[in-house]
């Protein structure tokens, strides 16, 4: 604990490998010495953690911010799918890592753009605090880490420039609580810089993103990551003989051939009487489970789609049925620079002169200048693989029919979610609109 809390400085400035294998060590010392929680007379970086709260990440904070997570994914996915370059394009991304990163953000904002932070991230500030919040992604990230196999992985990250100080609370609030690695870069030497970082997520996300960030704006002095993995088997995987070329019906006048697959099976399904959506569950190999909802229209499930829906959905899976059941294979990328969207769900300020991020540094001004974000899906026979990243670029300046048989077949525009059955946490959500683009 108390090597953990004297982080400082110095050992800070080190070459890359080097702090890697000192931040990587000083996380072990942390988690090694059992369930001391962080010392909330740290101090957080923002004005908002006065009080003397019990930081425990208690069971009613997991829930408010469980809640809050599972909203943002729904308000985010609306916020995208509005966008204008988004209409004929699938839509791909990580719920879970965009609000990681943000919650880091959050660490080092304060005043209004704290405030606009936390009520974007749909965090109720008189029920929670920064302290609960951190608290919160503490106990979220490390059951991530202490469930994970080779198969998944979910992290965070701080590259720092060589000659920017931040305050030494915000990057040990991101050790502790973000469990983030630490790196110090040149960010004068951009190209190189953004490689080191581009490095690092491929390396995260196994190769599946490989170029996060594609410029960095000359003025960046820190740079934040959170990459989530996930891999997984199917309970039952698909039989590739079976899988024919087929129709996918993007929209009336459009199909496109694709490799469907195929199986006869008892599956959990649900038809949503509200939203017209037949859902249905496939499980991997793991307390994972893919929800793919092929609706009527697609725009009612688009608008209507809530956590309460999901969690109906989750509760009322339990009596498989036969079904004769075909999906598509598939490969998609998704890119997004999200300064706009943020923007448009209230989170303003933290782009430009009002930015107040002094919970970083006092003495600069510092700004966001991108938030980008990069997610990947592999659909096939034997199961599925996503990826995604955010990055937070911070410079200066500134989830029975017996006889006969249904068919569900996703030959048409559906929208996907990768969940945990015991969290229900929302990884990954989604809409296919063309498997083939
Ligand atoms: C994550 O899990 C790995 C392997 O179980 C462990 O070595 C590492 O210390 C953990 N990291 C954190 C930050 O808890
Ligand atoms: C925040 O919680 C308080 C206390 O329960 C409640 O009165 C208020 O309406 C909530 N605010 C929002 C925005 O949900
Ligand atoms: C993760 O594992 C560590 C070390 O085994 C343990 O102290 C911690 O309570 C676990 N955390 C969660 C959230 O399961
Ligand atoms: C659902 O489908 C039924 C029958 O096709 C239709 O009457 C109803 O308006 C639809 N509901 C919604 C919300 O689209």
């Not at 908002?48 to 019990?54: A, I, K, Y």
């Not at 609306?78 to 953000?105: M, T």
């Not at 592999?378 to 670029?393: L, P, Q």
Request: charge should be negative; hydrophobic fraction near 40%.
């Amino acid at each position: 604990m108390f090597l953990c809390l004297h982080f400082n400085q110095e050992k800070f400035t080190m070459t890359m490998r080097a702090a890697l294998g000192l931040w990587v060590l000083s996380a072990v010392i942390c988690v090694g010495r059992g369930h001391h929680q962080p010392d909330h007379h740290l101090g957080h970086g923002n004005d908002e953690t006065g009080q003397d709260t019990v930081a425990d990440g208690s069971a009613s904070s997991i829930s408010l911010v469980n809640e809050a997570n599972q909203e943002f994914s729904f308000r985010l996915y609306r916020q995208l799918a509005a966008h204008a370059d988004s209409q004929g394009k699938n839509i791909f991304f990580s719920p879970a890592s965009v609000s990681a990163a943000l919650a880091a953000l959050s660490v080092g904002a304060q005043g209004e753009t704290h405030r606009q932070l936390f009520s974007g991230l749909g965090f109720n500030s008189s029920l929670l605090t920064q302290t609960d919040v951190n608290q919160v992604f503490q106990t979220i990230l490390q059951r991530a880490n202490n469930t994970s196999q080779e198969d998944a992985s979910e992290g965070t990250s701080v590259f720092v420039d060589n000659r920017f100080k931040p305050k030494p609370e915000f990057l040990q609030t991101l050790k502790q609580s973000y469990l983030a690695d630490g790196f110090n870069v040149d960010f004068t030497k951009a190209a190189e810089s953004a490689d080191t970082i581009n490095k690092y997520v491929e390396e995260k996300t196994n190769g599946k993103i490989d170029k996060l960030v594609e410029s960095l704006d000359p003025n960046t002095v820190m740079y934040l990551i959170s990459y989530i993995y996930y891999k997984g088997k199917w309970e039952t995987p698909f039989d590739p003989e079976l899988t024919e070329q087929d129709d996918f019906n993007v929209d009336e006048n459009t199909k496109v051939s694709v490799d469907m697959m195929n199986m006869e099976d008892d599956f959990y399904t649900y038809h949503d009487r509200d939203l017209n959506t037949t859902v249905l569950q496939l499980p991997f190999k793991s307390s994972y489970s893919m929800l793919l909802m092929l609706p009527d229209v697609m725009a009612t499930l688009e608008n209507g789609i809530s956590p309460n829906h999901v969690t109906k959905w989750l509760k009322a899976l339990v009596t498989p049925r036969r079904h004769d059941v075909y999906i598509p294979k598939f490969s998609i990328k998704t890119s997004y620079n999200l300064n706009d969207v943020l923007t448009e769900m209230g989170m303003t300020d933290m782009f430009g002169e009002r930015a107040n991020l002094r919970g970083i540094s006092e003495e600069q001004r510092l700004a966001v200048s991108d938030v980008v974000h990069k997610a990947t899906l592999d659909v096939d026979e034997a199961g599925a693989e996503a990826s995604a990243a955010t990055g937070i670029g911070i410079t200066l300046g500134s989830a029975w029919f017996p006889d006969p048989v249904p068919v569900l077949k996703f030959n048409r525009p559906f929208m996907v979610l990768i969940t945990e059955r015991n969290t229900d946490k929302i990884l990954f959500l989604g809409k296919i609109v063309n498997p083939t683009i």
